[in-house]
């Protein structure tokens, strides 16, 4: 699948998240991969998605009291 080259604004938009969050994530090594063109840092959109996987954990399950009843 053919991926798409996004700015940080993009990115973070697509994530949801805010620009600064992303770039808080980006330089502490632990957002997604990013590509630099010049000066210009792109992420690309397969990246982001694999970063968005991997920041997924399971619900927990209904089991589990958040609350006592």
Excluded: N
Excluded at 8 to 21: D, G, Q, T, V, Y
Excluded at 53 to 69: G, Y
Aim: one cysteine or more.
């Amino acid at each position: 699948m053919p991926f798409e080259v996004l700015t940080e604004k993009e990115a973070a938009e697509r994530a949801r998240i805010s620009r600064r969050h992303l770039d808080y994530q980006i330089k502490a090594g632990t957002g997604p991969a990013i590509t630099r063109i010049g000066c210009a840092v792109r992420v690309r959109s397969d990246e982001l998605q694999t970063w968005l996987e991997r920041c997924t954990v399971p619900s927990p399950s209904p089991s589990v009291a958040l609350c006592p009843d």
